[in-house]
């Protein structure tokens, strides 16, 4: 695997060098992590809710508190966020290769919510424990203020009162987040495993049909963003700090300049085509300005997704911290936590049927507290597997490598270079040609990525990177074709062998084919004879 992910590269203050992000030793490091989501900032969907009664941290403790009263809820808020992210994690997080983690958080966790200044040291502990493991196991930390006062989204993410990133409305918020960065400057800035501050999450979301829009608070967050790097740059001037844009963190328009010589520009990809396109903006702005990217936040899809978006991400030298690290009842995230028995009837109380009892609450609630502890987690292997592409990864055949190009991944591009020749496979019959540049309004509206194949005619190849092959690893792919088809396979300069596929007109995977072991490799399909219709490749 890129030796830019080792975690021998965790040491010493990260800095911004170019487009680079480089440890003491100037050593190039490609970050790759997860976001501890839920614990200082928790949100209703990763808790199977759906309804905006739990949808934000504050709403989530009045729910919690009506089903157990003052007393327990308290108690159970300080298991909570005990039990949740433990020593284990982040030993699990480093023995899996992960080389950073975002620990987004809540202000109120830091801050009393309460006229002046007033400091929560127990929460500071909890940052205090988790920096100190993440140090013990060599894993950079990024401190995400995700839920600043007064909120700086207008969402449920922010925790914010009424949808009004009031942030940049009012005084008091404004104040209060500049002294928390202040205090975090303080103390923290001389801790080196601290990687950096991501200082708002998702600033200032877009408008709706259902929600104004607040754009008219884009100066402010300019001046914000000035304000507190200058009170941060008085106190720690070694630290990289993170910087989004705003409109979930998608949105360039900000990055007219640079903020600061120690930056990176933090941007997030949900639900977008995982190619080279999805990611061209920011690119163009990192070249710009000569300044890093981070793919700070993304995730949330399918395995192949992600084994699709950021093996490519890593070729551009473009970091990735993945959301979340568990959640409830899930398998595209590394945990899941078990729904407790009679967890229904905590769900059934926030959608408005009947209170399960005071008792009843505590003995299920005691139990999820119980389950969230990750050696209790169902640990989903394959999650690794696709954001790796180690073995065990299923590759879309459209998922090709788009680095280093033409005549290099894939040979069968128009003489502009930009068409890719995909049909769209309804399971028993391709039905259509997709011009690239139709892609993206397709996936977005339609979601039908996954049911893409990929032609290849006579002459034509496809290439795909697999990391860390061993001499048990093999491969196989599902495919179609109208007439028989001769095809070869090589890995990196060496034939595996060469197959005659007759005529199917069902998908049809062919056995395993052995593959070399390696830390890197290229494997390459041609077509010598015919025309295939690739589905998948499965490395196993």
């Given at each position: 695997?890129?030796?830019?992910?080792?975690?021998?590269?965790?040491?010493?203050?990260?800095?911004?060098?170019?487009?680079?992000?480089?440890?003491?030793?100037?050593?190039?490091?490609?970050?790759?992590?997860?976001?501890?989501?839920?614990?200082?900032?928790?949100?209703?969907?990763?808790?199977?809710?759906?309804?905006?009664?739990?949808?934000?941290?504050?709403?989530?403790?009045?729910?919690?508190?009506?089903?157990?009263?003052?007393?327990?809820?308290?108690?159970?808020?300080?298991?909570?966020?005990?039990?949740?992210?433990?020593?284990?994690?982040?030993?699990?997080?480093?023995?899996?290769?992960?080389?950073?983690?975002?620990?987004?958080?809540?202000?109120?966790?830091?801050?009393?919510?309460?006229?002046?200044?007033?400091?929560?040291e127990e929460g500071f502990k909890l940052l205090d424990q988790c920096i100190d493991w993440c140090e013990?196991?060599?894993?950079?930390?990024?401190?995400?203020?995700?839920?600043?006062?007064?909120?700086?989204?207008?969402?449920?993410?922010?925790?914010?009162?009424?949808?009004?990133?009031?942030?940049?409305?009012?005084?008091?918020?404004?104040?209060?987040?500049?002294?928390?960065?202040?205090?975090?400057?303080?103390?923290?800035?001389?801790?080196?495993?601290?990687?950096?501050?991501?200082?708002?999450?998702?600033?200032?979301?877009?408008?709706?049909?259902?929600?104004?829009?607040?754009?008219?608070?884009?100066?402010?967050?300019?001046?914000?963003?000035?304000?507190?790097?200058?009170?941060?740059?008085?106190?720690?001037?070694?630290?990289?700090?993170?910087?989004?844009?705003?409109?979930?963190?998608?949105?360039?328009?900000?990055?007219?300049?640079?903020?600061?010589?120690?930056?990176?520009?933090?941007?997030?990809?949900?639900?977008?085509?995982?190619?080279i396109d999805s990611l061209k903006e920011f690119i163009e702005v990192s070249n710009k300005l000569n300044v890093p990217l981070w793919l700070g936040e993304t995730g949330e899809n399918i395995n192949q997704w992600y084994t699709a978006l950021y093996p490519l991400a890593a070729e551009l030298n473009i970091g990735y911290n993945l959301w979340p690290w568990k959640k409830m009842s899930c398998t595209n995230s590394p945990y899941s936590v078990e729904l407790p028995e009679g967890w229904d009837k905590i769900i059934g109380y926030i959608e408005g049927e009947a209170h399960p009892g005071y008792e009843e609450a505590t003995e299920i609630l005691n139990a999820y507290l119980e389950n969230i502890k990750v050696e209790n987690c169902k640990y989903n292997s394959e999650v690794r597997s696709h954001v790796f592409r180690t073995p065990g990864c299923t590759v879309r055949a459209t998922d090709f490598d788009e680095l280093p190009g033409k005549g290099k991944s894939y040979s069968g591009l128009n003489e502009e270079g930009n068409m890719y020749k995909y049909r769209y496979n309804t399971g028993m019959k391709i039905i259509e040609a997709i011009p690239v540049e139709q892609l993206e309004r397709r996936f977005v509206f339609d979601c039908l990525w996954d049911r893409f194949v990929l032609e290849l005619q006579s002459g034509e190849f496809v290439t795909y990177s697999i990391n860390d092959t061993s001499s048990e690893s093999s491969m196989s792919f599902v495919y179609s074709c109208d007439e028989p088809v001769n095809i070869s396979i090589i890995q990196d300069d060496r034939e595996l062998c060469m197959l005659n596929l007759d005529t199917i007109k069902d998908k049809k995977a062919i056995e395993p084919i052995s593959i070399e072991e390696a830390s890197e490799s290229k494997i390459k399909i041609i077509v010598n004879k015919g025309k295939l219709y690739l589905e998948e490749i499965n490395f196993i």
């Open positions: 695997m890129n030796e830019k992910f080792s975690n021998s590269r965790v040491k010493g203050f990260l800095r911004a060098e170019g487009k680079s992000i480089v440890n003491e030793d100037g050593e190039e490091i490609i970050l790759a992590g997860w976001g501890l989501g839920n614990w200082l900032l928790q949100e209703g969907y990763m808790w199977k809710a759906k309804n905006i009664r739990f949808d934000r941290p504050h709403r989530i403790e009045g729910v919690i508190r009506e089903l157990t009263g003052s007393k327990y809820s308290e108690e159970f808020w300080e298991k909570f966020r005990e039990h949740y992210i433990t020593r284990e994690d982040i030993r699990l997080m480093a023995e899996q290769g992960y080389n950073s983690v975002r620990i987004p958080f809540n202000w109120r966790v830091l801050m009393e919510d309460e006229p002046g200044i007033v400091w929560k013990e196991y060599k894993i950079y930390v990024f401190l995400d203020l995700h839920g600043a006062p007064g909120g700086q989204t207008g969402a449920n993410i922010d925790d914010c009162i009424d949808d009004i990133p009031r942030l940049f409305t009012d005084k008091d918020s404004w104040d209060k987040a500049i002294s928390l960065w202040k205090k975090l400057a303080e103390r923290y800035k001389d801790r080196w495993i601290v990687g950096g501050y991501d200082l708002l999450n998702e600033p200032i979301r877009p408008g709706s049909p259902q929600v104004k829009s607040v754009d008219y608070l884009l100066p402010k967050l300019v001046k914000f963003y000035e304000e507190v790097i200058s009170a941060i740059r008085e106190i720690d001037t070694r630290h990289i700090l993170s910087i989004e844009g705003h409109h979930w963190s998608t949105d360039t328009s900000i990055f007219y300049k640079k903020y600061d010589d120690n930056m990176v520009i933090h941007f997030h990809r949900y639900a977008c085509l995982p190619q």
